[in-house]
């Protein structure tokens, strides 16, 4: 059984992210696959979602609803879960297999390598797969002190690939950015849309436009920042049609 976890806190994201997750997932896998989600509201879920509380953690107040509380998956036991786990991001769309997430360096973590910091050796935590309890360290070193590390790494995804020796990232076409990698620079990107390699099984939204955005030809921006809307324009993509519903 091929084990894919999520998770969901807050308001930003509501549950048919979640299900939205699990069609496409059942739609891009042929090996028998389990969706486990994390979260602190599973109203709306689909039943055959496994829902889960949130593991426990300890953050400061400003951490709260951050990213650093994805760390909380890295403690052991994390039960139900053993052996290689994907861990997915809700803002991501599947538009390829997955089957082979779980056939490339088995047993290591495995992660995207960073759009932004290419050749740094840091990690994109919208997709990985790690091993159950193997890197606990990553959990317990930061709950003595999360503080500490905040101060030194800022973001989550740079402490985790700063504190683990055998990281392994993903081949480069199998995880793309729409904004980095697919959305044409302006101004083509006023009449063509993002174009998707058939090499790509995950592209990930990272920041704005979120995929509901997209598919309806938005890119927001904020009030005070109107003169943005000049170039944040975009096509909504015929892949991102057939794939967002999964």
Not at 131 to 152: A, M, R, S, T, W
Not at 234 to 244: G, H, I
Request: some cysteine; charged content about 25%.
């Amino acid at each position: 059984m091929q084990q894919i976890i999520c998770m969901k806190w807050g308001l930003r994201y509501s549950s048919s992210y979640v299900n939205r997750l699990y069609n496409s997932i059942l739609k891009h896998t042929d090996r028998k696959t389990q969706l486990i989600c994390f979260t602190d509201n599973k109203v709306g879920i689909n039943k055959n979602v496994i829902c889960k509380p949130i593991p426990k953690i300890s953050l400061p107040k400003h951490m709260e609803t951050s990213p650093w509380k994805k760390l909380s998956i890295w403690q052991s036991p994390l039960e139900p879960l053993l052996g290689d786990v994907l861990f997915l991001d809700l803002d991501l769309v599947i538009t390829g297999n997955l089957d082979r997430f779980f056939d490339y360096k088995k047993d290591q973590y495995c992660v995207i390598e960073n759009w932004t910091q290419v050749g740094l050796g840091i990690g994109n935590t919208s997709c990985f797969r790690f091993p159950v309890g193997k890197y606990k360290n990553i959990f317990d070193d930061f709950q003595k002190n999360p503080e500490l590390y905040f101060k030194k790494y800022r973001i989550e995804q740079v402490y985790i690939s700063k504190n683990i020796n055998s990281q392994f990232f993903w081949p480069r076409d199998w995880c793309q950015s729409f904004k980095h990698n697919l959305l044409p620079k302006w101004p083509m990107r006023l009449w063509k849309p993002a174009k998707l390699s058939n090499k790509t099984s995950i592209v990930a939204f990272t920041g704005k436009p979120d995929p509901d955005e997209v598919v309806k030809g938005q890119w927001p921006v904020p009030k005070h920042q109107f003169y943005k809307k000049i170039y944040k324009q975009l096509k909504t993509p015929d892949w991102l049609l057939d794939n967002w519903e999964g």
